[in-house]
């Protein structure tokens, strides 16, 4: 069993930045994957991005490259979010995820494991 918390929302101007956490418990290892989702008020979860637990390999949304960079620091068991130039569209509650699979993937579906999410709020 692997518990996530994730912290770091908050609210934040357009084109500003934060950085989300998400601290792993013991239980996870390289055959993991890890991955940032988004909310918004309505709307489906979507993906945001994932890494491989040894930083190996990462994959992006098309909404989010070249602004987002997920990072993850094995000794601390902890993903990172690090997201620049905010945008208002940019706004939802972001959860963090845990697969039991090397291979990364972009479907919620393919996650075993959920934090309880964080809010960012970025406004005009």
């Known amino acids: 069993q692997v518990q996530l918390v994730e912290s770091g929302g908050g609210l934040v101007q357009a084109g500003g930045s934060l950085r989300l956490s998400c601290a792993a418990s013991?239980?996870?290892?390289?055959?993991?994957?890890m991955g940032w989702f988004r909310q918004a008020p309505g709307k489906e979860r979507e993906f945001v991005a994932a890494?491989?637990?040894?930083?190996?390999?990462?994959y992006y949304a098309d909404s989010v490259k070249g602004r987002f960079t997920i990072s993850c620091d094995n000794a601390k068991n902890t993903l990172y979010l690090q997201m620049n130039s905010l945008k208002p569209e940019d706004t939802a509650v972001y959860y963090c995820?845990?697969?039991?699979?090397?291979?990364?993937?972009?479907?919620?579906?393919?996650?075993?494991?959920w934090g309880q999410g964080t809010q960012v709020t970025v406004s005009s």
């Open positions: 013991s239980g996870t290892n390289s055959n993991y994957a």
């Open positions: 890494i491989t637990w040894m930083g190996d390999r990462t």
């Open positions: 995820a845990a697969r039991t699979s090397y291979y990364i993937s972009n479907a919620p579906r393919g996650y075993d494991y």
